[in-house]
C-alpha cells in the first residue's frame, strides 16, 4: 500500500530533519540528459525527497541503453521522459515531475531553465555539455550547474571526484576518460558519477559548499 504524503514527509523529516527536508522539497532540480547519469541523478534526487523535477530529453530508450540506465526491458521503444517518470511515480509517488520531450538549444535554454534553481548536465555529447554550461553560467545568474566530464572504462573508481570549477559551477567525474579511448561505459562508474552529481546538488540546497 502507497503511503500517505504525510507519513512520506514524516519519513524524510526523520531522516533529514525539518530545516533541511523544507529546503530540498521547495527545490526545482533540471536534469538535463535522462541516460545513465540522469536516470540515476533522478532516482536519487526522488528519493532523497526533492521537491520539483524537471526531465529533459528527447530520444527512446533502446535496448543498447539497458546495461547502464534505469530503464527497464518493457520501456524499450517509449520516450525516456516518459518511462523515467513511470519509474520515478513508483518510487517517489509525491514528487512534482515536469517533462520536456524536445532538445535543448543556445536559442530555448533561458526559456526551458528560467524557473530552476539547479541544472544538472547529464549529456553525452562534449559541445552540448558546454553549450548548457556556459549557456547557465552566462544567461541565469541565480542558477547553479552540476556538470559531468569522465567515467568511462574500468579504470578505478576512486578517481572520480566533484571539484568547483567557478562559483555555481561544479564538475563531477575523473575529468580524463572518454569513451572512444576504452571499453566504454560501464555501469558502476556511470552510477557513482552520477550519484556524485546528486549529492553535489544535496550538498548545494544544505550549504554545504565545496572549497
Same mark, same amino acid.
Given at each position: ?14 531522516? /533529514?530533519? %525539518? ?9 526545482? +532540480? ?12 533522478? @532516482?536519487? #534526487? ?9 526531465? @529533459? ?6 535496448? *543498447?541503453?539497458? /546495461? !547502464? ?11 525516456? *521522459? ?8 513508483? @518510487?517517489?509517488?509525491?514528487?512534482? @515531475?515536469? *517533462?520536456? *520531450? ?6 530555448? #535554454? +533561458? ?7 539547479? +541544472? ?16 547557465? #553560467? ?7 550547474? +552540476?556538470?559531468? =566530464? ?9 578517481? %572520480? ?6 562559483? !555555481? ?10 569513451? =572512444? ?7 558502476? !562508474? ?12 544535496? !550538498? ?8
Amino acid at each position: 500500500m502507497i503511503p500517505s504524503k504525510s507519513e512520506w514527509v514524516d519519513a524524510l523529516i526523520a531522516r /533529514h530533519g %525539518i530545516e533541511l527536508q523544507k529546503r530540498f522539497s521547495s527545490a526545482t +532540480v533540471a536534469i538535463c540528459g535522462l541516460g545513465g547519469l540522469g536516470s540515476n541523478i533522478a @532516482i536519487a #534526487l526522488a528519493r532523497a525527497g526533492i521537491g520539483k523535477l524537471f526531465l @529533459i530529453d528527447y530520444d527512446r530508450v533502446d535496448i *543498447t541503453n539497458l /546495461h !547502464r540506465q534505469q530503464y527497464k526491458a518493457n520501456q524499450i521503444g517509449c520516450y525516456k *521522459t516518459e518511462a523515467l517518470t513511470e519509474i520515478l511515480q513508483e @518510487i517517489a509517488p509525491y514528487t512534482e @515531475i515536469k *517533462t520536456m *520531450t524536445e532538445k535543448i538549444a543556445e536559442d530555448n #535554454l +533561458v526559456d526551458i531553465l528560467k524557473d530552476v534553481d539547479i +541544472v544538472c548536465e547529464a549529456f553525452d555529447n562534449a559541445e552540448s555539455k558546454a553549450m548548457l554550461v556556459n549557456g547557465v #553560467l552566462e544567461q541565469l545568474p541565480e542558477c547553479c550547474i +552540476v556538470a559531468a =566530464s569522465g567515467m568511462a572504462g574500468m579504470a578505478t573508481p576512486n578517481t %572520480i571526484k566533484t571539484r568547483k570549477i567557478m562559483e !555555481r559551477f561544479y564538475l563531477c567525474g575523473d575529468e580524463v576518460s572518454d569513451v =572512444s579511448s576504452s571499453i566504454g561505459l560501464v555501469a558502476p !562508474r556511470v552510477m557513482l558519477c552520477a550519484a556524485h552529481q546528486a549529492q553535489t546538488v544535496l !550538498r548545494i540546497l544544505a550549504g554545504e559548499y565545496e572549497v
